[in-house]
Nanobody
Framework: QVQLVESGGGLVQAGGSLSLSCAVS????????MGWFRQAPGKVREFVAA????????ISADSVKGRFTASRDNAKNTVYLQMNSLKSEDTAVYYC??????????????????????WGQGTRVTVSS
């Protein structure tokens, strides 16, 4: 049984930082691209960042580039999202997801939530202005 469990969400002031974690079990973790998505109230889910199986490459949405960084520890089967310089518009529920299709990190493919098979339950991030 595949499980993805996010943690680390919470309330933070604008300009602050948060680090999200996603612990994964039940799949060959280092074989898969891992992605982060978010969904703000009343909005569709959007891509945030994705990282290759080895952790050597990552991509991110323009809205978070330079502020958010994805990383992973394959020994711990965990992927992380470090979020700095948070803004009120970053308020959302954040989800991690595992893509079991294309293994080579590709922006046009891995920025689409339809390419991810397994999802966590989400962790809420609220940024106060």
């Amino acid at each position: 049984q595949v499980q993805l469990v996010e943690s680390g969400g919470g309330l933070v002031q604008a300009g602050g930082s948060l680090s999200l974690s996603c612990a994964v079990s039940g799949l060959a973790f280092d074989s898969y691209v891992m992605g982060w998505f978010r969904q703000a109230p009343g909005k569709v889910r959007e891509f945030v960042a994705a990282i290759s199986g080895s952790g050597g490459r990552q991509i991110s949405a323009d809205s978070v580039k330079g502020r958010f960084t994805a990383s992973r520890d394959n020994a711990k089967n965990t992927v992380y999202l470090q979020m700095n310089s948070l803004k009120s518009e970053d308020t959302a529920v954040y989800y991690c997801a595992a893509s079991t299709g294309l293994q080579y990190l590709t922006a046009s493919y891995h920025s689409s939530d339809g390419q991810y098979r397994y999802w966590g339950q989400g962790t809420r991030v609220t940024v106060s202005s």
